[in-house]
């Protein structure tokens, strides 16, 4: 039986192992999630250096060993350098990885996590600066549709009736998504009969401490359903085409961050774990100046 075995993967973490090498997880699109040795990468000059860093693209050949793979070849396929210039796209970048590495399996093929991921990463790197937070949501999204976990963003998840944009509704991350204003002054009641039946045991810390239910704006709807499109590529209708002014940017800069925030929740639920990225985001995109109007 052999020992080696050929992938192509993206790095999605780094972390130094011994004097001179790195441990790398990386997403494989034929074997899932693979930890392997990236032997003497910490070298000065070392032709794996640049192989090992963050969101590289490689056609591997790796060893297998007893309780760690290593990797004997790698040439670079992709890679994405715009990213690690910009604090915005990187951060953006290392929040997408966090999501997918929650996701992926190990020892089962992760085509389409690999593809989805790669595209978003595309994305981040070419979009305009005033763009990027509305990319990453859209890519959260798309991660989360992959997850089978993806919440319902055109109609009430308790009455069913279609939602239309600029229009405050709710959200309920234990319903599965958005709810008219009516549901969710229900789902508020604990002993209301809609409360009851979508109640269930929480168990984890992140669910525990979840806000279940919030009020989001019509803005922030429009954004949510812009991004559910089936086809993700219409999202570039409504990101090529920005408010006109100042003071519709602003709002929609707002928004946006009010919507990543309502997905970092819903994520951080279904997934149980924390978003470690999302400490940096909030310095990246909260503080961060508004482009000044033309």
């Known amino acids: 039986m052999s020992r080696t075995y050929k992938a192509i993967g993206i790095n999605l973490k780094s972390m130094p192992l011994g004097e001179a ?43 297998k060993g007893k309780s760690l793979d290593k990797i004997t070849q790698a040439e670079t396929v992709i890679s994405y350098p715009g990213l690690g210039k910009d604090l915005q796209r990187l951060t953006a970048s290392q929040y997408l990885a966090e999501l997918c590495l929650y996701q992926a399996l190990s020892d089962q093929p992760q085509d389409e996590l690999f593809c989805t991921l790669n595209e978003q990463l595309e994305q981040l790197e070419r979009s305009p600066t005033s763009l990027i937070l509305l990319t990453l949501i859209s890519g959260i999204y798309q991660l ?30 234990p319903a599965g998504g ?37 009020l989001i704006g019509g803005q922030e709807l429009l954004i949510l359903q812009a991004i559910a499109q089936p086809d993700p590529s219409q999202v570039d209708t409504f990101s090529s085409q920005p408010p006109a002014n100042f003071v519709q940017l602003a709002a929609s800069m707002t928004a946006c961050i009010a919507v990543e925030r309502i997905l970092r929740q819903y994520a951080q639920y279904h997934f149980d774990r924390s978003i470690r990225s999302a400490t940096l985001m909030d310095a990246c995109f909260s503080s961060s100046p508004l482009p000044q109007p033309s």
């Open 144 to 173: 989360l549709t992959l997850a089978g976990v993806a919440p319902e963003v055109h109609r009430c998840c308790i009455t069913q009736h279609l939602l239309t944009p600029n229009q405050a509704v709710g959200f309920s991350i």
């Open 21 to 63: 090498d790195r441990l790398l997880t990386i997403l494989t699109r034929e074997h899932g999630l693979v930890k392997a040795i990236a032997m003497g990468a910490r070298k000065h000059n070392s032709k794996m250096g640049g192989r090992s860093g963050l969101f590289v693209v490689n056609d591997l050949l790796i060893a």
């Open 178 to 214: 958005t709810v008219t204003l009516e549901s969710l002054e229900q789902l508020q009641q604990p002993h209301s009969p809609q409360a009851a039946r979508i109640t269930k045991p929480i168990q984890g810390s992140f669910k525990r401490n979840a806000q279940l239910h919030s």
